[in-house]
């Protein structure tokens, strides 16, 4: 017992050294952020401080793609504005918020010891996107903040008393919508809200958040009227809806979206011991041969194509087999049984699902996007099956966890730096 409680420890000092270390050497793993930092979001944070309306009003031509909440209360709430390298240092200390907040939902939803729930959260630390989201003062790891407060929020709904019971539906909406004005993509979250309530007929919640949305919609609505509609991106008026998120690029996405679920998923599914069932594996067989076949028609050939997003076994797959691209269909067949398998257990899993295929929308899918998003599903939102939770309160999970996401850490950095390093 002494030993696992001090490899806890040792994981959780690692993880925090990394980060701070992370920091101080400008560490950008994610590639793009210190550009996005300085060609997008730092100067829209000091024009807001110079003149608030003229720069809402033409917040498309500075080129951000995200929505300008992040923006609006750095630029009159953070005291740090005055210098970039302070400014970062204030996000990525803020940053850690996120893993407060995290631990307290799991350590209460999962039953958890209150060290392994810190342990749980701290993966976040390690996660390439996050620190780099943290460590050059982007926008990201706000909306995930203000979403696990939503989520926070939904998980006590229902054990409070009339009155209190409306104060959590206020407060989910509010965090959920705060998330949705910082990243558009976070809508996801308020419609699975939405619909939730209408299968499982919870009329008492639908009313209320229905309610509750629409108020916290008007800012959005007033937005459209100012920019005269969905503000179009940078000097030559890219549409942002349609030329980059648009519906019509789910389904070259969807070959793609199983690989992500798969990675972030594994160490988990890794102890269910079923990932290789007899059922399993003739389900995995199935798909695998008719995305083999699919393949051989030539319907994937624009992944070998794509210089931007895929995930890392798309990555992998192009590091390693070139335009061969059967390692990457073999995962893809394993992250479709894995969602099917999902999909079984609850009407809930299936609703989740069909909300986070908004994630498929963008032109090109990133995994940026989904990091820690499927890592906070897990743990707060899917429902995982009778006994499947227990499997959280075991020390070999949380070693399993750790290690893990340490060697997807590493493999990342060796990535970024040594196979494919960006000036």
């Known amino acids: 017992m002494y030993k696992y409680f001090s490899l806890k420890y040792l994981f959780l000092i690692i993880f925090l050294l990394t980060y701070i270390f992370g920091f101080f050497l ?17 100067p829209v944070i000091l024009s807001f401080k110079l003149d ?9 031509s500075f080129g951000e793609g995200s929505l300008p909440l992040f923006h609006i209360l750095n630029a009159y709430l953070n005291p740090f504005t005055h210098n970039q390298f302070f400014f970062q240092g204030s996000i990525t200390f803020i940053s850690l918020i996120n893993l407060i907040v995290f631990s307290q939902i799991i350590e209460k939803k999962l039953k958890l010891k209150k060290i392994d729930a810190i342990i ?6 390690i996660l ?10 982007i926008t990201e790891n706000l909306g995930w903040l203000f979403l696990l407060l939503s989520i926070k929020y939904f998980n006590l709904y229902g054990r409070e008393n009339y009155k209190g019971r409306i104060i959590n539906i206020f407060l989910i909406c509010f ?9 558009p993509y976070l809508i996801f979250f308020p419609i699975f809200i939405i619909l939730k309530s209408l299968i499982y007929k919870d009329y008492y919640l639908f009313k209320f958040s229905s309610i509750f949305y629409l108020l916290f919609s008007i800012p959005g609505f007033l937005l459209i009227l100012l920019w005269d509609g969905i503000f179009k991106l940078g000097d030559d008026e890219i549409n942002l809806i349609r030329d980059y998120h648009n519906p019509k690029f789910i389904l070259k996405n969807l070959i793609i ?6 990675l972030y998923l594994a160490p988990f599914e890794m102890f269910k011991n079923k990932i290789f069932s007899k059922k399993n594996i003739i389900n995995y067989s199935l798909i695998l041969s008719i995305l083999l076949f699919l393949n051989y028609l030539d319907i994937f050939n624009y992944l070998n194509l794509l210089s931007l997003g895929g995930g890392a076994f798309l990555k992998i797959n192009k590091i390693i087999f070139d335009d061969n691209l059967i390692f990457f269909l073999i995962f893809s067949s394993l992250g479709i049984v894995l969602i099917f398998n999902y999909f079984l257990i609850s009407k809930k899993n299936k609703l989740l699902f069909f909300c986070l295929l908004i994630f498929c929308f963008p032109k090109y899918i990133l995994q940026e996007y989904f990091e820690p998003l499927i890592l906070i599903a897990l743990f707060t939102l899917f429902d995982l099956g009778k006994n499947n939770y227990k499997i959280f309160q075991k020390d070999k999970t949380v070693f399993m966890f750790c290690t893990f996401f340490s060697i997807y850490y590493l493999g990342s950095f060796f990535y970024r730096y040594y196979l494919n390093p960006i000036n």
């Open 175 to 183: 965090f959920s919508s705060l998330a949705l004005y910082i990243r």
């Open 128 to 137: 390439p996107f996050f620190r780099s989201s943290a460590f050059w003062g």
């Open 26 to 42: 400008r560490e950008n793993i994610a590639g793009g952020a210190e550009k996005d930092f300085l060609e997008f979001t730092w």
């Open 120 to 125: 749980y959260s701290s993966i976040f630390l």
């Open 52 to 60: 608030f309306y003229h720069t809402l009003k033409n917040y498309g």
């Open 257 to 262: 979206f199983p690989t992500i679920f798969f």
